[in-house]
């Protein structure tokens, strides 16, 4: 049951969890029914143009340390068809002003990183997938495929299962050597009531599961006809460490500039 | 007790059945059948091993749990280390032989991830990007570019000096595991896996291997193949001794079953517990062996005596005299030698504490089958068809006899030299060393040792530890000024002669600030402001950062690598270290811990629990003499000859420089425990026999002719099996057998020369003799001169006396014969006469309670003649008996003095009025 999907030309849910591009790819064929039905339950949480969110990372480490960070989230898919994403840090205070853009492109994302440091915007090249991000558990390629951008693989539905008692649709992802991923597998359990990511495994090669992601069922609402999860929590269970996401202020389809999700723009403080 | 000895030897295959019964069972909790089956016997035992040196901590010592802290804080430090050595390591070939050799260790089962040259990350800046990748993450064939990677990693601070060596030439793969215990760790076969992979690749390099892992496995392979090979040695020697000893089948195979069997009842019980064997533990079995033989030799030994004895008894009738008469002597030394591992439980170590109470359980329960499978089996195998005789007064108990002529003579002389020895071994006790060292333990020659050295050698030094650093508040290690001190300390670090290299939380700042601003070297710098370096910490963080400082910016974790493993220059050096810590900023805090920190700062915990385990040796020991002698000062001379071996085991500590660590710690306290035993034989026997022969001199030689063979033979048995553990490979267990066989041999010497010296001049009172003395109903009420003492009192008084029979018609006493002693009538009947100018004058009769020449008693000469007119039993009293009455039970002499005042003075009374008649 495997399959390849196209290019993926609708905005994919920030909030609905894994993206239906990071499973489906840009190179893909069509899928099949079994996977279809997913994708197009997944797609009903996808808004029509742009979100801003404010969201709170909190990193626990192995005796309870926390490290707390904060970022304002734009996401727009511009005329070309890709997605860009733009982390603007307003918390810890040491970290205002420092942005972080994400452009989709057909292979991996690219990455641009502005600091006072750094002068100017640089592109983060060669970071392997397993690098972790801002000091939480997310890596790279955790973050970017939690955020919905395109990371080629083959996907397969396994038969229906239940997560937090609520009857999921199992979707397998197998990461295609394009997306130089640190996982083997990937397999997400999406919610049937609401289409919404309850929970995604990372598996490494040889089959350890090393990172589970879950969406709280308790937290889950409806927002402009779209159903989030707003606690969220990224578990590494070969670290023994974990990462509280809490989602805050979702606007959906606030009218957002092209110009703030260029490179140029980055460091600049007007929206 | 006796209708259990008598089941045992009348009901001999029920004991054989429940005996077989319970075997199975350890076998059964011992042995895992479905890994059996299919993995064989070597990997089927429930026992796990668990030989990590924290199991030598103390469970609630402050260093070891802020340890665990740093760990769950930071990640584990048990990494093995591979590192390959060639004339150049950035060539085409050698990297890619690095290359190949990480992705071949990251694909063995159970292997976390490998840093190598290959994968390690390196934040590169450009005008345009920031470039994070790894060291070398494409091969180059030009040599220009190797020749730029070179240069790239060897001013890379973090990697120079510790994945590759400042030369060039010597680079470390790091290879880091999940998380399983060390039996997983050696039954997936990682470390064997490890170095095929390695040697396979290394081509004409040279490959060496360390790091914890590593070392655990070398060490349990290294005690398990010792185990193997020194088990069925020491029974071998065993079985020698035994042959030698007792000439016959049964008394070779008897107590080699015995012993056996209560191995495996002791290894099931300690299964049964579930706690894994660590590396004290791990030397019981060897040890029950050598210690167990004693109680089974005696129980067969006496059965032989008794046949010899009564040839007419059938077996079960010999096996259950045997065990009346020895039963209560195995379980009283059984008990002294299981207080002295009882008194290792007090050690703060925890692996000391579970070798003491597992070995509790099998000293005891190897007494236990000692009573039961030799007696079962003797009895239901018959009486022997021959039984050798063995002459009381062969070469070997005329050489004995000698010896304790030897002693009375020169009892002066011994004691002198006795407390010579004692003054000189004090003496060297400030010259005794402490410590462990894992390294040190093996062979010089042995690879373990070679490729530590090497590496240490090369790559700055193999002996890695921590300094964590703590902040008053969060955010602490993002402040420049906190920054900065931590680079001070690492300028100061590297500055000591025995410290290869350091990496801190800083280093990766610097390399992350370079990298931002395009790879100036002048960036190569603690930022100057918090923001900046908050900034710098939270883009640029990773899980190898993670290491290094904590999530809240409050914890900064620096590992340092040293280059020695010596334990006293290690203990300086963290000293030097600790001092500096202590000039840190006020708002800092430091603190120096790892491993090999907490395993040098055992010393403390190994002379703690020495001396609590010998003080509790002694009192344990103490109180059982006591009970036994019933006289404080018996139980303190009975301790002497065996302090003194104990005193010279420190002696020579200190002489021969061999240090008090966790394997010879145990020698004192159970030394101890083994050595009372031969004390306790000893004195049970000069008791017996001074009161034989109402002579204490005469009582010396023959109670040491009369145990001089069976301690001779059980000190060689034990000694030769402690000579065994000497064939070991690891330094601590041939230490463990040359101080054990020395410190239980120079026992066996001081029971020969200085026990009897000390014995001579005493009269022991044993807690047997009170509980089993007949003086007849209520002595103190029937019993005039023991009016007012109580029925232990009385039997006090016989004892420190001596009992007599007479038969009927022998004349006691006779009128004018000198003499300075006086009988009390137990049970029998006297006639009393004197002579008269007409012939013997009736004087009356004397039964029970009578006192009988009490005037020779005084003035030397009796005043009439006592003879027996029927059977009976005498409680004799000379003045010696009543002097050293008075000495050591003066309340006692006191009422016995009253008691023959009042006696004396009715005799006056009843004479004078006869003469008024």
Known sequence: MYYHTSPMRAAITLWGGLSLAALFGFQEPEPDAAVREVRECMEKNVPARSTVQMVEFVAVDRVGGERVSRAKIYAKELDDGYRRMKLRFTRPEYQRNSELLVIETDASPDTFLYTPELRRPKRVTGTSGGGNLFGTDFSYEDFERWQGFNRPGQTRRDPDAEVAERPVYVLVTAPSDAAASAYEKVVTFVDQQTCVTLKTDSYEPRGRLRKVFTADPASLMQEAEIWIATKLLMRDLVDGTHTRVLVEDLEVDRDLKDSLFSVGHMGRRRD | MDPILGFISKRPWIVLALLSLVTLGAIARLIDFDRLREQGLARSFRLEIDMSTNRLLPEDDEDKLFYDFVRKVFGSDETLLVALHAQDIFTEENLTRVSRLTTRLEDVEGVHHVVSLTNALNIRGTEDSLDIRPLVSEIPEDPEELARIRAEALENPLYSGSLISTDGRTTSLLVYFLDFSDREFIERGIDEQIQTIALEEAGDAEVWLSGGPHLKVAQIQTQLRGLTRMLPLILGVLGLVLAFSFRTIRGVVLPLITIVMSLVW????AAMIGRPLNL?????????????????????????????????????????????????????????????????????????????????????????????????????MGKPRRIREVSGDGPFERFVARVAQFDLERRRTILLAAAAVFVVSVGALPFIKIGSNSIENFPRESSVRTDFEAINRHLGGANSFNVVLQGAEPDTFIEPVNLRAVEELQQWLVMQPEIGGTTSVVDYLKLINRGFHDNDPAYLAVPDSKRAAGRLLFFGSSDDLDGFVDRTYRLANLTVRANIVDHELFRGLIERIEDRLADLEPMLSGKVTGNPVLLNRLSDDIVKGQAYSLVGALVLIYVILLLMFLDYRTGLIALVPNVLPVVVYFGALGLTGV???????????????????????????????AKRFADERRGTISALRAVGRPVTYTSIAICTGFLVLMTSELRNQVQLGALGAFTLGFAWFVDFTLTPALCSGLRVVTLWDTLTLDLGEEPQNSIPLFNGLSKTQCRIVALMASMHEVRKGHRLIREGDAGRHMYVVIDGAFKITTRGEHGAIDLGTAERGAVLGEVGLFYGTASANVDVVEDARLLRLTQKNMARLSRRYPRIAARVLANLNETLAGRLWRTTGRLKT
């Open chain 2, 280 to 380: 004290v533990t791990i030397l019981i079995p060897p040890l029950l062996l050598i210690l167990g033989l004693s109680y089974s030799v005696h129980v067969v030994s006496q059965f032989y005596d008794t046949l010899r004895e009564r040839p007419g008894d059938t077996s079960a009738e010999a096996t259950h005299r045997a065990l009346r008469l020895v039963w209560l002597p195995v379980a009283l030394t059984g008990f002294t030698t299981a207080a002295g591992f009882l008194a290792l439980a007090l050690s703060p170590m925890g692996a000391i504490r579970e070798f003491g109470v597992l070995s509790v359980v099998g000293v005891l329960l190897t007494v236990l089958a000692s009573l039961t499978a030799p007696p079962a089996l003797l009895s239901v």
């Open chain 2, 266 to 269: 002791s290894m099931g019980a």
């Open chain 2, 659 to 689: 240090t008090l660590n966790f394997a010879t710690s145990l020698i004192a306290p159970m030394a101890l425990g083994i050595a009372i035993d031969d004390t306790i034989h000893y004195f049970t026997r000069f008791n017996h026999d």
